[in-house]
C-alpha cells in the first residue's frame, strides 16, 4: 500500500488534515489531491463534524504551491486536466458545511495560497510568507488564485500578486485581509485549538447555517440573499438548539448543544 500524504486526527469531530510531503514543502501533486478528496467526501457525509483544520507538516512551509516537478512536462490537456481536479477538490473544501480553518505554519505559495483562499479562516505564523508566484514560472495561477484573490483582497491588490508575483510576509497578508489572524509560531497550535473549541462550542446547525448563508449569499443579489438569510433564521427556530440557546441565556447558564 502507498504512504499516506495526508494525516487525519479526528478529536470529537474537530478534524485536522495534515499534508505530509515535507520534503517537496507539501507541494500538491495529484496524489495528494486524490488523497484529500477521497477525505472530503467523507467528511461531508459526517453530521457530527463541527470544524476543519487544514494545514501543512513541518515547521517550513504550508503549501508551496502545485507540483512543479510534475506539472513541468504537462501538455494543456494534461494541465487543464490537473487544474481541474484540483478546483474540484478545493471547491469540496470550500463547500464543506462547517468552518474550515487554514493553519499556515511557513511558506503559502501559489496552490498554497489557493488552498487557504478556499478556507474560512486562515490563521498564519508570525514568519508565513504568502504569494501567487506563477508569472514567475510563466503560467499564471491555475488552482483559482484569479478569481479568489480579488474576491478576498480586491481587484488591485490582486493583480498586484498575480502580476509581479511577489511575496509578502504575514504582517501584509492580514492588512489586506488575506489571513484573519497572525500569530507568533510557538503560539499557533494553542491558537488553533482555541479556535477550533469556540468554533465547536457554539450550536452546530446555527454555525452552519451561517456559513451558508454567507457563501450562497455571496454569489446572489442584495435582496434573494436576504431572503436566504431569513429562511435559514426561521429554520434555526425549528430545532431544539435555539431553545437552548435562548433559555441558557434566561437562565444564566452556559448552553448545551
Ligand atoms: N513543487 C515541487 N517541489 C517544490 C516546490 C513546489 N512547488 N516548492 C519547493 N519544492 C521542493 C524543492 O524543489 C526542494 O526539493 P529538493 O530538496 O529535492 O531540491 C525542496 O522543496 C525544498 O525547497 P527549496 O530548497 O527551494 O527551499 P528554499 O528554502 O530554498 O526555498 C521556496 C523555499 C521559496 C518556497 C522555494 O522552494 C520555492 O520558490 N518554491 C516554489 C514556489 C512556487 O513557485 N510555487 C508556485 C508553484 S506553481 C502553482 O502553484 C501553479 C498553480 O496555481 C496551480
Redesign the pocket.
Given at each position: 500500500m502507498s504512504e499516506k500524504l495526508i494525516e487525519m486526527v479526528d478529536n470529537a469531530g474537530v478534524v485536522r488534515l495534515t499534508i505530509t510531503r515535507p520534503?517537496?514543502?507539501n507541494?500538491l501533486n495529484s496524489a495528494v489531491l486524490t488523497e484529500l478528496e477521497a477525505l472530503l467526501t467523507e467528511l461531508e457525509k459526517r453530521s457530527d463534524l463541527r470544524a476543519l483544520l487544514i494545514t501543512g507538516a513541518g515547521e517550513k512551509?504550508f503549501v508551496?504551491?502545485?507540483?512543479?516537478?510534475e506539472m513541468r512536462t504537462k501538455t494543456p490537456e494534461e494541465a487543464r486536466a490537473f487544474?481541474s481536479q484540483?478546483l474540484r477538490t478545493i471547491k469540496r473544501l470550500e463547500t464543506l458545511p462547517v468552518p474550515v480553518v487554514a493553519l499556515v505554519n511557513g511558506?503559502c505559495?501559489?496552490?498554497g495560497c489557493?488552498l487557504a483562499l478556499a478556507c474560512d479562516w486562515a490563521v498564519a505564523s508570525d514568519n508565513a510568507i504568502f504569494g501567487q508566484?506563477?508569472v514567475?514560472?510563466g503560467?499564471i495561477?491555475?488552482?483559482g488564485?484569479t478569481q479568489r484573490l480579488p474576491r478576498r483582497v480586491g481587484p488591485a491588490m490582486a493583480l498586484d500578486l498575480v502580476t509581479t508575483g511577489r511575496k509578502i510576509d504575514a504582517q501584509e497578508a492580514l492588512r489586506i485581509g488575506l489571513v484573519n489572524r497572525v500569530m507568533p509560531q510557538a503560539e499557533l497550535e494553542a491558537y488553533a485549538e482555541e479556535l477550533t473549541k469556540q468554533l465547536a462550542g457554539n450550536g452546530p446547525l446555527a454555525v452552519r447555517s451561517a456559513k451558508q448563508a454567507v457563501h450562497d449569499g455571496m454569489d446572489q443579489d442584495l435582496d434573494s440573499a436576504l431572503a436566504l438569510e431569513t429562511s435559514l433564521f426561521a429554520l434555526g427556530f425549528a430545532g431544539s438548539e435555539q431553545k437552548e440557546g435562548m433559555s441558557a441565556f434566561v437562565e444564566k447558564r452556559k448552553p448545551n448543544f
Open positions: 520534503k517537496a514543502l507541494a512551509a508551496a504551491g502545485a507540483d512543479i516537478t487544474a484540483a511558506f505559495l501559489g496552490g489557493e508566484p506563477e514567475l514560472l503560467v495561477p491555475g488552482f488564485g
